[in-house]
């Protein structure tokens, strides 16, 4: 099968023209400064554990057993005993909810 006949010339032309540097990267690396790379994680790690006790915080208030963030059906549950009965734990869902923790 010719790349012309599967109409994908376009494509391979990218590609081509990516090559060089595809290879240069592939002999040499990728330069990374690993101290603002473990600044940034350590940054992100504490958002993290900050979202973790907010979203406790919240959940204990009306959750008295340990709660499954992963758990559609402890969402589902959570939120009915917040007052807002959802049959779906989906982000769509969870979006037209105005609590805390539901952003």
């Known amino acids: ?3 012309a ?3 994908l010339d ?3 032309l990218q590609e081509w023209g990516a090559l060089p540097a595809i290879v240069w990267i592939t ?3 990728v330069p990374v400064d690993m101290d603002e790379l473990q ?3 350590r940054e992100t790690e504490a958002g993290v554990a900050r979202l973790w006790a907010e979203m406790t915080r919240l959940v204990q208030s009306v959750m008295r057993s340990t709660f499954n963030p992963n758990s559609y059906e402890q969402i589902i549950k959570c939120f009915a005993q917040l ?3 959802i049959t779906k ?5 969870l979006h037209t909810i105005n609590h805390p923790l539901a952003e």
């Open 27 to 29: 002999a040499t690396g």
């Open 10 to 12: 376009n494509v391979a």
């Open 5 to 7: 006949n599967v109409q």
């Open 83 to 85: 007052g807002f009965p």
């Open 1 to 3: 099968m010719e790349i």
């Open 39 to 41: 600044r940034q994680l």
């Open 89 to 93: 734990a989906k982000a769509e869902t």
